[in-house]
């Protein structure tokens, strides 16, 4: 499993500070941002996460840990001392979680959230203010900040969190497919070029090859390669992905669109063992607010090992990564299919 890693550890030091007074429930909620020194473990801290590797690694490490994608309401409710939270990429799941502090806060509970000024946390911080009480604002240096707040029952504010856990149809452009997303997975309202580059090559590579029988989407996000394999191929479909929601919208749209298949939650294919005819892959390069050229491995990785004897993997990925250098370690038959001003798509597979 990739380890985890968060360089920028000072927005988790202003909240860190407090676990030492912790007498009572605490609740961490921890999405693709994890510090690089987790705090002990200790049962009045319950972690939720919508990323599996996060979770993964915090049960390994002892904590009491949730992984769905923020259903809050699997939590007691108004019982929580302390509820720390380490700003997430997306504007609409960080005001998703300000507007439900005050259903989680105890009377006299304290919300800590923190994150870098280049990351918008003053704005956070005044905007929180609307909907819960502050009480202080802290200070690790000029770049990360925090701010402590209390319930406010009396607020009737609500930010825009584009009615983050509501899975919906999306109008996204493809003609012949309609989907199902929702906020917190990857371009959820839109058709990634990316992916839409690798399906306009996918039925050529297969008119002179018998047709797979077995498919494998890795990184599947709300489902659209998976649903356009089902188009193209009367085969068996697996999908996975590491976050919480887009594993939700997937499976959705594989009920509305009657697919044979499965959608796991897993790290890359970590929990599959199964081998596949044919594995489509648009990686990730982010991860919350960092970029990291070796989720590229990790998938090539993964591919090599859920590839069938005469399979073949089919990757996209913008310009500038190396793919063609990175999958030489894992494959040793591989074919620029196509490219454009953004994207190339290669064919990968072992001869």
């Known amino acids: 499993m990739k380890p985890i890693s968060y360089s920028n550890s000072k927005s988790f030091d202003l909240i860190f500070q407090h676990l030492a007074s912790i007498t009572d ?13 987790c705090p002990g473990a200790s049962d009045k801290i319950t972690v939720i996460t919508n990323r599996f590797d996060v979770y993964q690694t915090m049960i390994n490490q002892g904590f009491h840990c949730f992984f769905n994608d923020f259903d809050f309401s699997v939590l007691a409710q108004n019982t929580y001392q302390y509820i720390l939270y380490r700003i997430s990429k997306e504007k609409a799941l960080s005001h998703y979680v300000i507007n439900q502090a005050n259903n989680l806060l105890s009377k006299t509970g304290s919300f800590i959230i923190s994150g870098a000024k280049q ?33 406010n029952t009396l607020s009737t504010t609500v930010l825009d969190d584009k009615d983050y856990r509501t899975i919906r ?31 306009a090559n996918l039925a050529a590579l297969f008119r002179q090859r018998q047709a797979p029988a077995s498919i494998l989407d890795i990184g599947c996000g709300y489902g659209y390669l998976s649903m356009h394999c089902a188009q193209l ?18 499976r959705e749209n594989f009920k509305n669109s009657g697919i044979a298949g499965q959608v796991i939650a897993t ?28 989720l590229t491995d990790l998938f090539l990785r993964g591919a090599n090992k859920n590839l069938a004897r005469n399979g073949i993997a089919v990757f996209v990925v913008n310009l500038h990564i190396p793919l063609a250098r990175k999958a030489a370690s894992y494959f040793n038959d591989i074919q620029l299919l196509a490219e454009n001003n953004h994207f190339k798509v290669l064919a ?4």
Not at 29 to 34: F, G, R, T
Not at 183 to 196: A, E, M, R, T, Y
């Open 169 to 199: 149809a999306v109008d996204n452009g493809d003609t012949d497919l309609s989907f199902l997303s929702k906020p917190g997975v990857f371009g959820w309202n839109k058709i990634d070029l990316g992916s839409k580059l690798l399906v």
């Open 267 to 294: 790290n890359c294919t970590q929990k599959i063992d199964t081998q596949f005819d044919l594995i489509v892959c648009n990686p990730p390069f982010h991860t919350g607010f960092d970029t990291h050229n070796d």
């Open 25 to 37: 429930n605490c609740l961490w909620i921890l999405d693709e941002n994890p510090p690089v020194n």
């Open 348 to 351: 990968l597979k072992n001869s």
């Open 233 to 250: 191929f009367a085969s068996d479909i697996t999908a996975c992905d590491n976050n919480g929601a887009a594993v939700d919208s997937c």
């Open 119 to 151: 990351e918008g946390i003053k704005g956070y911080i005044d905007r929180a203010g609307s909907v819960l009480t502050l009480t202080q604002t802290l200070k690790a240096d000029k770049q990360h900040w925090a701010g402590v707040f209390q319930q």
